[in-house]
């Protein structure tokens, strides 16, 4: 995998849409709005509404976090999704498998991580070459990674779901390697699967 996919996962591993998504990778403040998620710099950030993650810890159904429809939109036009074991849980890769079925394109990892808290992405704050705190739709989510990759087009992403679990997201523009668009789709699959999260019964 890519710098930016294995950097998260080796921790111990353009814009959004119509739901709020605060915060950008050039901002160096926390993003603030009403609803969003209180941060104790020590301790990461409190999620007062969890959300209910734990199907999607089945690696059966880690991939259903994401249509079809929602990955296009993420500029992945011939997607091809399937789970794919990390040291910290169960992700879902996918790829732009292209018109003929030729593997090109841009790429995205998604995936709850058990083993990684709030707690654990807030202690990477000035630890991590990049730390941009900010949030979607009043979740706290955190664009950051070990590796910097984001000239090479790569970026990753916390997303704080429980005060003991985050999803991290990973997403690298192999087209145009954009850093500011990768992160940009990173944020948007983050609203994206909080959309999802606020579904799930």
Not at 161 to 185: E, F, L, P, S
Request: proline share 6%.
């Amino acid at each position: 995998m890519l710098a930016v996919l294995t950097g998260l996962v080796l921790l111990g591993s353009v814009t959004a849409c119509s739901s709020e998504v605060s915060g950008s990778a050039g901002d160096s403040t926390p993003a603030s709005s009403a609803g969003s998620a209180q941060v104790d710099p020590a301790a990461g950030p409190s999620v007062p509404r969890p959300l209910n993650i734990q199907p999607y810890l089945d690696e059966r159904n880690v991939c259903l976090l994401l249509g079809k429809s929602e990955v296009n939109a993420l500029g992945i036009a011939h997607p091809k999704a399937k789970p794919k074991k990390d040291s910290l849980g169960t992700v879902c890769a996918v790829t732009d498998s292209g018109a003929d079925g030729v593997a090109e394109g841009n790429t995205l990892n998604y995936g709850p991580q058990p083993s990684f808290s709030p707690s654990d992405l807030y202690k990477k704050k000035g630890v991590w070459p990049y730390f941009v705190p900010g949030s979607v739709q009043g979740y706290s989510a955190v664009v950051g990674d070990s590796t910097d990759n984001r000239k090479n087009g790569g970026c990753g992403l916390g997303l704080a779901v429980t005060d003991k679990m985050v999803v991290n997201i990973w997403y690298n523009d192999d087209k145009t390697k954009n850093g500011d668009y990768a992160c940009g789709m990173a944020k948007k699959a983050a609203d994206e699967i909080v959309t999802t999260l606020k579904k799930t019964k």
